[in-house]
């Protein structure tokens, strides 16, 4: 349940983090178009106000999230542990991999491996 809840919290945090950048944008942009306005002819407020939006639109896609990247990850990794299986001739059986739930992968995915290393003991060299 924690692990649902810290998942959560950090998208919580991601959308109200492009709530508050929409905001700013919007007021900001506004206010260059009002000085705009009052001050020139020409219309210079419109390329801070697109500048600015292709980053709050890249923030909204981060925290919206329509590239679900986790979801491709595991799908690209249940294919590639079905192809591994599928090829591995010196498996005894023969049956279908079941790929309902993968390991943690955040326990393969460190570069340290200190916390699996064994405390060797000087009875275990021969």
């Given at each position: 349940m924690e692990k649902y809840y810290k998942a959560a919290k950090k998208r919580v945090k991601k959308?109200?983090?492009f709530w508050n950048h929409f905001t700013t944008w919007g007021i900001v942009c506004t206010f260059l178009?009002?000085?705009n306005m009052m001050t020139s002819s020409t219309h210079w407020w419109i390329f801070p106000?697109?500048?600015?939006?292709?980053?709050?639109?890249i923030?909204?896609?981060?925290?919206?999230g329509f590239f679900k990247q986790t979801d491709w990850e595991e799908k690209q990794i249940?294919?590639?542990?079905?192809?591994?299986y599928k090829n591995d001739t010196d498996r005894e059986?023969?049956?279908?991999?079941?790929?309902?739930?993968?390991?943690?992968s955040k326990e393969y995915?460190?570069?340290?491996?200190?916390d699996l290393r064994k405390e060797w003991d000087?009875?275990?060299f021969v």
């Open positions: 959308k109200k983090a178009f009002i000085i106000t697109l500048g600015w939006g292709v980053a709050v639109a923030n909204f896609v981060s925290a919206f249940k294919d590639e542990m079905r192809k591994m059986d023969y049956g279908e991999l079941d790929l309902d739930e993968i390991p943690n995915a460190s570069d340290s491996f200190d000087e009875r275990d």
